[in-house]
């Protein structure tokens, strides 16, 4: 059974809803691709849990608008998807942004072994505007490809050769280990599948 959960978040339900509200009844294992959409403005805040998910799997896409009300004292983190930890394990960051003082986002994720693979944009970041953050995996000619875009504008592409289902993992708005940023996330939309497994039998003669 091929099943689909989608989860459009509206402002009247739990600040951390617990997966799945819209999908009740369906078993998580069965489960094949999540859609997560809330496309309100939130206030990042410490340790905001906007939602668990059974499941990030090896393909997904995070997509987000990052409002920058303050500039950065340190790194201060914007969002942070995991398995709970920092970066402790394989699969804590998958992925997980922050704002530096230097005006640039720093940008980690769980990338060919390494449980903190980050990159740093080299871009001209404004405060009180929108910006439009990408950051995905995906399957390309039997490559993993992880890949990160700032207004639609590819910055970082790089080849995953260890890539890993990882769950349940949480979404934070604002994680609990370091300061956060002073800003709002809007249209954070989530989307990630598990891979599809095929038998092939051959027709006897």
Do not use: C
Not at 3 to 13: E, G, K, N, R, T
Not at 54 to 59: D, N, Q, S, T, V
Not at 67 to 82: D, L, M, Q, R, T
Not at 157 to 181: C, D, S, W
Request: aromatic content about 12%; overall charge positive.
């Amino acid at each position: 059974m091929f099943l689909i959960a989608v989860l459009l978040i509206s402002p009247v339900m739990s600040q951390a809803p617990v997966f799945p509200p819209l999908a009740t009844g369906i078993p998580p294992g069965q489960l094949q691709e999540i859609i997560f959409i809330r496309n309100w403005p939130l206030d990042i805040t410490k340790n905001n849990l906007i939602a668990e998910l059974p499941f990030m799997g090896k393909e997904y896409k995070v997509s987000f608008e990052l409002f920058i009300n303050e500039w950065a004292s340190a790194y201060e983190n914007v969002i942070h998807i995991g398995l709970g930890r920092d970066a402790d394990n394989y699969g804590d960051r998958t992925p997980a942004v922050w704002l530096n003082n230097a005006k640039f986002l720093h940008i980690s994720s769980s990338v060919s072994g390494n449980n903190n693979n980050y990159y740093n944009t080299k871009i001209n970041l404004e405060k009180e505007k929108w910006i439009k953050i990408d950051i995905s995996q995906t399957l390309r000619d039997g490559k993993y490809i992880y890949e990160v875009s700032v207004n639609d504008v590819i910055l970082h592409t790089l080849e995953n050769n260890r890539p890993e289902q990882f769950g349940p993992v949480k979404v934070f708005a604002g994680n609990n280990f370091q300061a956060t940023a002073r800003g709002k996330i809007g249209n954070l939309s989530i989307f990630t599948k598990k891979v599809m497994k095929y038998m092939l039998f051959k027709n006897p003669k």
